[in-house]
Every structure is written in C-alpha cells, then in structure tokens.
C-alpha cells in the first residue's frame, strides 16, 4: 500500500544494476530495464524482474518458462538449464550464487538508491496492525509505502523494499522472526532509520525454546540498528530492559508513564471503538479511534511514537488517530448476520498473548444477547502447546459462553483448562473445520448474539463461515 505526494516518478532498473547489486553474471541482455519484481509466474510479470527462489519442496526455476511468457524482461537464476536457449533474445538472464541472497541485496540497494526514511516494526504482538496505524497517520504527510500484509521475512521484506517506488520518501516494514539471527539479517537488508519492539509475548516459544530466546532475538531489532531512532514500550517488562541497554536516541510510550514521549489510555471501551485521552510531546488530547479492543492501545501508542520520531507534530498525530479504523482482514472484523447477530473475526493469527487479550475484551465488553466462541489451535507453541491450550481452556471460562466449537487438534487440553470451573456448556470439536458443526453453531446464534472466531492462520477458520448469511462479506484474504 502506498500513498504518494507530489508527482509520480517511474519506478526503473537495469539489468547493469541487478548483476551489479547481486553479484552476478549477465548471460543475456536483450532488455536494458525493468520495471518492479515478481516471484510468482502466475501474477502478472509484463515488464518486470522474475526471481525464482527454492524452497523445501519447491523451485521456482521450474517456471522461469512460464514466466517470460508472461512478459518477463529480467530473470535472475542460480542455474542455467539447456531448456532455457531460446528464451535469451526474449529476456535478460542474470546468473548468481543464490537467488533469494540476490533478491536481499538488490532490496539493499534499492534502499540505499533512494534513501527512504525506513521505519522497522517487530514484536510478538502488534505489528501488522502497528504498522497499518503508523501507514493511516503518516500518509497525509508523507508520501509513504507500507508492505502488503505480513511480507515480514527473508524474502517479504526485500520484495517490500522493492515495492516501493522513486516517488516515495518514508517506508514501513513488519520483521517477523521464527528464529535467532532473523530480525539482525532483516535489518542489515533494510538498514532503518527507526526501529521498535511492540511487544514481548509467547509467540514462537515452540522454537526459540523460552520468553528469554524470544527477548533475545526481538532485542535484535535495537541491537542491529545502534544509530537508528529507537521507540520503546515502557509497559513491558522484558522491552524495559531493552530501553535500560540501549544507548540510541530514545522515544518511549506508555500508558502508567504520565511522563513518556507518548502517553494513553483508554477511558471507555465499546463495540464502536475505544475513546482515548493522555498526552504527545505533552501536548494533551483526547480522540475517539474506531478500532475494537483494550490490546490496541499499545498498538496506537507504538504508531505514535513511530509518527513522533518520523517528525510529525503532536496535533498532527492527534489528528491522525481520528482517522484510524479497523479494516484489515482477519483483524477484529465486525459482521453483522441476516439474522441480527454479530461475527467478530478475528483469525488472522493466534498466540497465547492474542488469544487472552480477546477473552479479556469479551469479558469486559457487554452485548445484549450471548455470547458465543470459535477457538482454534495455537502453532508454533512446541512443547508448550498442551499447557497454552489448557490455559486458555481456564480463561475463555471466565467468559460466560453459550456454547464452544474448538477446531484443532488441542481440544481436549483446551476442554480440560475450561471445565476446571464450568462444566455443562455445549461443546464441539473438529481436527479441521466441520462445516456441519460450523451450522450447528449458526442454528443457535439468535438476535444481537455475538460469536467470536480466533485461530491462527494455518487453521482457516474463515471456512467457518461459508455459507453464513452475512450481511457484509468477509472480503478477500491476504496472500
């Protein structure tokens, strides 16, 4: 996404500088430029740079075929193929080491061409949406590109780098990690200029093994970038600690600090939105965010502060906030039902600090009929999963539920954790999603009822709903 101020100027390379940036060999050079990159041969690649990457149980050299038929003026490839003759008076070809290594160092020097202002988001929580509220704030001021969906890994952040265009003066990247070493590669690729941790959660503990492996490499993002503007979060207890290591420049948010950079909290909650008020730069205010959830203050807060070190005044980022809604998919979507209920979906993705926090919005957020869940496995927890279920189990508890449908293969460490306290509410269960469960629910879903929907990605729970009469569709999920 990408919102642009002042007149468009072409996004161009050459093939000179892709063999140059990724340390290449040039085998043939029928097109001088291109114009954008492509992986994927079934998207449209009319005038663009082709890079096959491998994988496990893939290799994208086997469509390098398809892809200059698709219009492919540069393919970059790690192996030459006799196959591939007749193609050289139809495309450049580009030979280096490794492709995806190709790909990180022509991000690289995409991003030191046009000296974006690059702002770099991690955390166990929060980073998609920090960055689509950090992309809604600074758009009117600036004109920024953000990446596409969760575009966080070795791969998603080079092609964001490279999505963005000469036109654009300020870049917004999401950095995942699964593991140590990951946010350090992503910040060497895209060298930002202001950097933040949202959160220190639980997920990836399936991986990294503990909450201390996780700090660690969340700690990379500061660590990687000592002359960056580093924004703190001085809520958390393991990004205080950060902030108490770092020598960088410094911005702090939270919500008990009267005197942090940023300061917010939320004075009313509804269905509608949070009302907040507190301080920016000490200039005081109050705003009303049509964004769902307690959880999302921190995010609001992080956008802010990213804002306050971007150079934006605080009436403008108060300003900003005003402007902020929920739209992504997945993402705390309210669909109303034909029959007067409500879907709150919210399947993009689950851990176990996702998954307390949305109990714990249900809880305090009062609806004038039942309630209603559809819970679904937690990955990536390892040998931790049986217990995070179970723990959730005892929390959706405390949630007065009609009735439960958990889909995954945790149900019953989940069913364990709930009926620790209540016992006798009806309860489904499916290892993949049941579309005559699915219905059973929806058969008991009445006028203003309200049934929540969370899993993580891999579960696709969204198949919940097919054949749901909603009023408003779900729309289309990210790729």
């Known amino acids: 996404m990408s919102a642009v ?40 690649l009319a005038g663009k740079l082709f890079i096959p990457l491998k994988g496990d149980n893939f290799d994208g050299h086997n469509f390098v075929v398809k892809a200059v038929e698709a219009g492919a003026h540069a ?14 008076s139809k495309a450049s070809f580009v030979k280096v080491a490794n492709t995806l290594q190709g790909l990180q160092s022509l991000g690289l020097f995409w991003r030191r061409k046009h000296g974006f202002k690059v702002l770099a988001i991690t955390g166990s929580n929060g980073k998609t949406s920090t960055k689509e509220f950090t992309y809604t704030i600074l758009k009117s001021h600036f004109a920024v590109h953000a990446s596409k969906g969760s575009f966080n890994n070795h791969w998603g952040v080079p092609l964001s780098i490279l999505d963005a265009g000469p036109e654009h003066t300020h870049l917004i990247l999401e950095m995942g990690m699964n ?32 909450q201390q492996a996780i700090a660690d490499a969340k700690e990379e993002i500061y660590v990687a970038c000592p002359k960056a503007l580093h924004v703190f979060n001085a809520d958390n207890e393991w990004t205080m600690r950060m902030q108490a290591r770092s020598t960088s420049k410094q911005i702090q948010f939270s919500s008990f600090k009267a005197s942090a950079d940023v300061h917010l909290r939320a004075q009313r909650m509804n269905w509608d939105g949070l009302d907040l008020l507190g301080t920016i730069a000490g200039v005081p205010g109050e705003v009303s965010v049509r964004i769902l959830g307690r959880h999302n203050v921190v995010n609001l807060m992080a956008a802010s502060a990213l804002a306050l070190a971007a150079g934006l005044t605080a009436p403008q980022i108060w300003s ?13 979507q309210i669909l109303p039902l034909k029959n007067g209920a409500r879907v709150l979906f919210d399947a993009y993705n689950a851990n176990p600090d996702s998954v307390q926090a949305l109990l714990k919005n249900l809880f305090e957020m009062d609806v004038a009929g039942s309630k209603f869940l559809v819970l679904g496995d937690m990955r990536e927890l390892g040998e931790f999963s049986a217990q995070a279920h179970e723990e959730a189990g005892e929390r959706a508890a405390s949630v007065p539920f009609e009735a439960v449908y958990y889909v995954g293969e945790f149900a019953k ?11 006798g509410v009806p309860f489904f269960a499916s290892p993949k999603v049941d579309l005559g469960l699915a219905q059973k629910m929806l058969e008991l879903l009445k006028s203003d009822d309200l049934i929540s929907i969370k899993g993580s990605r891999g579960m696709e729970l969204e198949h919940v709903l097919d054949g749901w009469p909603l009023s408003t569709p779900l729309g289309k999920k990210p790729g």
Request: aromatic content about 8%; overall charge neutral.
């Open 5 to 44: 101020n002042g007149n468009i100027k072409s996004w161009n390379c050459t093939v000179q500088e892709l063999a140059q940036a990724a340390g290449g060999q040039i085998i043939s050079e029928p097109h001088k430029n291109f114009q954008k990159v492509g992986t994927d041969s079934r998207g449209s």
């Open 75 to 88: 393919v970059l490839i790690s192996e030459w193929r006799d196959e591939w003759e007749t193609l050289k």
């Open 179 to 210: 593991h140590a070493g990951e946010i350090w590669r992503l910040c060497q690729i895209s060298e930002p200029d202001i950097v933040t941790a949202t959160t220190v959660g639980r997920a990836h503990i399936g991986e990294l093994g503990s």
């Open 320 to 332: 900003g906030l005003a402007s902020i809604q929920d739209s992504a998919w997945g993402r705390n």
């Open 413 to 423: 460490a989940f069913q364990k954790g709930f009926e620790k306290t209540r016992k």
